[in-house]
């Protein structure tokens, strides 16, 4: 079964080690007959939360005109949703961090969000895999609040300068995670 799939990314560096592990997903998925929509939020302009609590008011997403409210109505209509990112100073970047916290507009508008798949996949300079842990444990929190199903992670630890993650089996892992869709 075909599903929309909705990928989120965290780093501002086009030819980064997360952005490889993401292009592998992405072409495995689409090789699987998802249709895959792209967020690179290092890219567009997302503030944080602001918590007015005005969420779909003005019939957008936030209240607050910015990008989130371009992906918005792709979160909500998606069936999965794949955050990438590498590890920013043992937790989530700022770039991504934004439209993370703006998922809260959802439950404050009312907008049923179960049911859906989520997935991580994410890396970091040092070989310590609890390093990992100020991204993956926030994700996971996140995606239990709002009653979506974790099917899969890539946690790559020791990669740091642009093209370690190929010393890696990381890309591997993505296009895999591709199969649990």
Known sequence: MSKKIVVITGSPRKNGNSFAMTDAFIKAAKDKGHTVIRFDAAMKKVGGCRACETCFKTGKACSFDDDFNEIAPDILEADAIVFT?????????????????????????????????????????????????????????????????????????????????????????????????
């Open 85 to 181: 990112m590498p590890v920013y100073w043992y937790s989530i970047p700022a770039q991504v961090k934004g439209v993370i916290d703006r998922l809260f507009s959802f439950c404050v508008a009312g907008k049923d969000m179960s049911g859906k798949e989520c997935a991580l996949i994410t890396c970091c300079e040092e070989d310590d895999m609890s390093v990992m842990d100020g991204v993956r444990i926030p994700v996971e929190r996140s995606a239990a609040l709002l009653k979506w199903k974790m099917v899969g992670e890539v946690l790559v630890p020791g990669v740091l300068n642009v093209g370690d993650i190929e010393k890696t089996d990381g890309c591997s892992q993505a296009a895999a995670l591709a199969d649990k869709f």
